[in-house]
């Protein structure tokens, strides 16, 4: 399977943002990628792909950010968002 390098920034409250360089299936990579979302097959492989590197990333993003809700307060229970 092809694959190509794909920069992944996470945008932190306390260290600004993290960038990342992970391979992932070029057929995931395209012009036409947004048309592609419709397709649920697609969006099944994205998310395959995807998730690992949410995951590999979570606990360093959890630590470069506030633990509350720069809105309410409230303690964060949800730091990483696609």
């Given at each position: 399977m092809a694959t190509c390098r794909v920069r992944f920034d996470f945008q932190t409250d306390l260290k600004g943002t993290l960038k990342y360089v992970r391979n992932i299936p070029r057929s995931l990579v395209m012009p036409n990628a947004q048309v592609m979302q419709r397709d649920p097959e697609y969006t099944k492989k994205f998310?395959?792909?995807?998730?690992?590197?949410?995951?590999?990333?979570e606990a360093a993003c959890q630590t470069a950010s506030n633990p509350k809700c720069q809105s309410c307060g409230s303690p964060t229970v949800k730091v990483l968002q696609t």
């Open positions: 998310v395959a792909a995807i998730r690992p590197i949410m995951l590999e990333h």
